[in-house]
């Protein structure tokens, strides 16, 4: 077993799983819960313990970010999703640049 899969064994955080790949010549952390994977992490053999332990942390806090910008909702729409395409977005604001106000302008009291 390498160092990762032993330090993984000491790591736990909700119901999720950490997987160990290989992609090439590199180690990946992903984390994965029911059938979704999140992003893959890439990993040194030359980090230390306490940077992989802090990678693992930050893949959490990643994960728990992309659920709370899939849950959150404005007027019934996901204006912070993690999911939306960035050309599609590019070009929307693109269009309506004259429409777009400065969210820092003055609004009216609510």
């Excluded at 992903?30 to 059938?35: E, K």
């Amino acid at each position: 077993m390498n160092r990762f899969a032993e330090l993984l064994e000491r790591i736990q955080y909700k119901d999720l799983r950490f997987r160990l790949g290989k992609d090439e010549s590199r180690w990946y952390l992903q984390i994965r819960h029911a059938h979704m994977g999140g992003r893959k992490w890439l990993l040194s053999e030359h980090m230390t313990d306490s940077e992989f332990v802090a990678t693992v942390f930050k893949a959490c806090l990643t994960w728990e970010e992309h659920e709370c910008r899939e849950a959150f909702r404005y007027r019934g729409q996901r204006v912070f999703g993690p999911h939306m395409d960035v050309d599609k977005l590019s070009n929307l604001l693109a269009r309506n640049r004259d429409d777009m106000t400065d969210a820092r302008e003055p609004t009216e009291a609510l």
